[in-house]
C-alpha cells in the first residue's frame, strides 16, 4: 500500500491527512502482528525441536548404559 505524503517546506516527509496517519498506523500494526506470530511460530518450531533433542539424548544415555551393561562394565 503506498501512502501520499504532503510535500510543502513545512510538512515535508510527514501524512497529508489524519486519514493518512491512520492508514500508515494501521499498516504498521499489521506488519507488527504478522512479525509476532512468525516469531512465535518459529519460536514454536525450537522448542519442540529442542524437546526432540533432548528425548533422543535421553534415549541415546539409556542404550549406552545397556550395552555397557551387557559388557560387563561397571559406570
Known sequence: QVQKYAMSDKD???PASDDGVQDLTAVVQTLLSQMQDKFQTMSDQI?????????????LEKN????LNQSGVDD
Open 12 to 14: 515535508k516527509g510527514l
Open 64 to 67: 549406552l548404559g545397556d550395552l
Open 47 to 59: 522448542v519442540g525441536r529442542i524437546d526432540e533433542m533432548g528425548s533422543r539424548i535421553d534415549e
